[in-house]
Every structure is written in structure tokens, then in C-alpha cells.
């Protein structure tokens, strides 16, 4: 079982910046796909961003891409997910998540995931 626990949320301008953590305990996520979701008010939970399991593949939603940077480090049992030029429409839940599943075309689907985090609101002023 992996549990995690995300932080790092809050309320920031437009084009702001922050970064997410997500705590992993229970077990080393060393051999898990790290992805992050969002959902935001009234919608569907969606894929935003996902990391091999060596660090070494990186996937991103297109809205998010050259904004958003996922990022491991397995020492510290963490993921993280830094948010750049931070817009109203990023206003959201945001998730993490752990699948054992290697394959990238299955990263944006969260069925896919194991174990989930219980979220972290991010809220952009614009």
C-alpha cells in the first residue's frame, strides 16, 4: 500500500508560480509511474502531468506543457509538480497519483492509477 499526501496548494495571481509536493509512505515509489490530475469546479478529473518510474519519460497535458514540470525524487520518496505562469483555468483539486503500469500511452487515464492522494486545492486569481 502507498499512501500519499500532497501539499504546496494555495491561492496565487495570474501567472504566478507554485509548487507541489506529494509524500509518498507505506512503500518506496521507486517502481511507480507518478502522474498528477486535477479537477477543477464542476469538471471532470483530468490527466496533467506523468513520470517514468526512472525519471527518464515525461508526459503532459497539452495545456499545461512548457508551464508545468514534474519532477521525482526517490530518496525522498516525493514527486513534485512545479506550476508556472499559473492561469484562472488551472484553478483545481490537484491529485497524485501512483500507477505500476510502465506503458505511456495508459498515463492519462486514471483508471490506470493504484493509489491516490487526497488532493491539494489550487485556486488562481485572476
Known amino acids: 500500500q502507498v499512501h500519499l499526501v500532497e501539499s504546496g496548494g494555495g491561492l496565487v495571481q495570474a501567472g504566478g508560480s507554485l509548487r507541489l509536493s506529494c509524500a509518498a509512505s507505506?512503500?518506496?515509489?521507486?517502481?511507480?509511474?507518478m502522474g498528477w490530475f486535477r479537477q477543477g469546479p464542476g469538471k471532470d478529473r483530468e490527466f496533467v502531468a506523468a513520470i517514468s518510474s526512472n525519471a527518464g519519460n515525461s508526459l503532459y497535458e497539452d495545456s499545461v506543457k512548457g508551464r508545468f514540470t514534474i519532477s521525482r525524487d526517490d530518496a525522498k520518496n516525493t514527486v513534485y509538480l512545479q506550476l508556472n505562469s499559473l492561469k484562472f483555468e488551472d484553478t483545481a483539486v490537484y491529485y497524485c497519483?501512483?500507477?505500476?503500469?510502465?506503458?505511456?500511452?495508459?498515463?492519462?487515464?486514471?483508471?490506470?492509477?493504484?493509489?491516490w492522494g487526497q488532493g491539494t486545492q489550487v485556486t488562481v486569481s485572476s
Open positions: 507505506g512503500r518506496p515509489i521507486r517502481p511507480y509511474v
Open positions: 497519483a501512483a500507477t505500476g503500469n510502465p506503458a505511456k500511452n495508459r498515463w492519462f487515464f486514471s483508471y490506470e492509477y493504484d493509489y
